[in-house]
DNA sequence: TTTGGTGAAATTGTATACGATCGACTAAGC
DNA sequence: GCTTAGTCGATCGTATACAATTTCACCAAA
């Protein structure tokens, strides 16, 4: 499932908005590493555009929080401390109940239905192994939060919870164990089946336990070499 | 209480951030109303500056919901529709009291001074009259709920907080009638009075009421002629 | 070998130039 | 007189040029 449709041939529009969307998937299915230097000549090279258009794509990043941009020296993906993780992690523990909640309200059985599809493809993913496919599975994660978002109908909830899930991509890759994240795929399950009894309470509950699984199945220790960088650099 | 410090001369450092901050505080503060075109011309020749870091400063500015730019016609002031603004402030009525709730954690004598400082001056405000006292007033106001965001030391929720009570401002500012907001402040008095007796129920519910409150205040009948340009337009 | 400084190369910051698009006005035709 | 087509001006989109800053390699001195 390509995220921008690629016309017959490869001389595409290429604005602003492809150059950052393409990042942004980049990033979060971890092609590109955290830390990574993103020269504005070296990107526009990419896409055969000129630094003007790069410059808007990154400055559109690092509002969203997936590159730092710092001044005279560039832009670099992300590379979330354990700190931001963390806070990243308490806000979406005080949002998405009340997301859950809101989109409830709204939903009919064609939601359930839609939410059921994106949980079997979820469950497909599981099943095989590979790089791809984890990567694959960490997004399918995400969409299952933003899909519950969407159906909030609110736009501003649900460009909150994109930021929070595109970022909360990127500190699973950098921390992620990759062992135990498949017991969230059952916890989604189990939050869909709880608002589809109407059974709120539990559907809240549940969400936000599987958001602490989440953030536990880190290992944040502080390390690498790039903390001494950040260390020293602030 | 000047947002942006004016050195002596007015040769000051003219970037991106100073302009998008300046643009951001006049509409806030209703002096630049909603549906202005920002012309990239006209504001870079205002602040002796080029076109590109005009460009930027608007294009931060909508991702912030403050401005809309419309492809080859250029930036406008945001003219909130009332959906957008239901939007805003269900966010709002779904974030607040959690903040609330991560700020109590972190409360000490100190931020309770800090907020009661503010409240007094809110009440100042409240006493006089005039458009000027009126603008400072919703100001204030806003600051209240961002006082809260800041003492939760989470900086993803503060940006949120900053974003929500910028377009809440705005969309105060345009659909607001004057005369009630001024029971908004003796809510405020009472969030806090609850909190620092622990009860943070109390404080939730109260939070929670206030939201719909400032909500109820406003009169956002489908109205005005930018209504109409906006149907035609879309 | 390490430390410190100097200069060139590379990279970003900002301004400007030029092509593209949109809107308004005018004029011609019905 | 109203509609419609065409031109002109203004404004935006993108590329490029130049200035400012940083980085890095190189060399000299301790």
């Given at each position: 499932?390509?995220?921008?449709?690629?016309?017959?041939?490869?001389?595409?529009?290429?604005?602003?908005?492809?150059?950052?969307?393409?990042?942004?998937?980049?990033?979060?299915?971890?092609?590109?590493?955290?830390?990574?230097?993103?020269?504005?000549?070296?990107?526009?090279?990419?896409?055969?555009?000129?630094?003007?258009?790069?410059?808007?794509?990154?400055?559109?990043?690092?509002?969203?929080?997936?590159?730092?941009?710092?001044?005279?020296?560039?832009?670099?993906?992300?590379?979330?401390?354990p700190?931001?993780?963390?806070?990243?992690?308490?806000?979406?523990?005080?949002?998405?109940?009340?997301?859950?909640?809101?989109?409830?309200?709204?939903?009919?059985?064609?939601?359930?239905?839609?939410?059921?599809?994106?949980?079997?493809?979820?469950?497909?993913?599981?099943?095989?192994?590979?790089?791809?496919?984890?990567?694959?599975?960490?997004?399918?994660?995400?969409?299952?939060?933003?899909?519950?978002?969407?159906?909030?109908?609110?736009?501003?909830?649900?460009?909150?919870?994109?930021?929070?899930?595109?970022?909360?991509?990127?500190?699973?890759?950098?921390?992620?164990?990759?062992?135990?994240?498949?017991?969230?795929?059952?916890?989604?399950?189990?939050?869909?089946?709880?608002?589809?009894?109407?059974?709120?309470?539990?559907?809240?509950?549940?969400?936000?336990?599987?958001?602490?699984?989440?953030?536990?199945?880190?290992?944040m220790r502080e390390n690498?070499?790039?903390d001494?960088?950040?260390?020293?650099?602030?």
């Open positions: 499932m390509k995220t921008a449709a690629l016309p017959t041939e490869d001389q595409i529009d290429v604005s602003t908005q492809y150059i950052r969307d393409s990042i942004r998937d980049a990033i979060v299915d971890r092609r590109l590493a955290p830390g990574t230097k993103l020269s504005e000549a070296d990107v526009g090279a990419l896409f055969n555009v000129s630094r003007t258009l790069v410059r808007g794509a990154l400055q559109a990043l690092s509002y969203e929080g997936l590159v730092n941009v710092e001044k005279n020296r560039g832009a670099f993906v992300a590379y979330p401390s700190e931001e993780a963390r806070q990243i992690f308490a806000t979406r523990r005080l949002i998405e109940p009340g997301i859950l909640r809101e989109a409830a309200k709204h939903m009919g059985p064609s939601h359930f239905q839609h939410l059921r599809q994106l949980l079997m493809e979820e469950g497909r993913l599981m099943g095989e192994r590979g790089q791809t496919a984890r990567r694959a599975e960490i997004k399918a994660s995400g969409d299952f939060h933003l899909m519950l978002a969407s159906m909030t109908g609110n736009a501003v909830m649900q460009r909150f919870m994109d930021e929070l899930v595109a970022r909360s991509s990127l500190v699973i890759a950098l921390y992620g164990q990759s062992a135990i994240s498949s017991c969230g795929h059952q916890e989604h399950q189990d939050i869909v089946t709880a608002i589809e009894r109407g059974d709120l309470d539990r559907a809240c509950h549940l969400m936000i336990h599987h958001i602490d699984h989440i953030e536990a199945d880190l290992d690498k070499s790039s001494l960088r950040e260390a020293f650099k602030l």
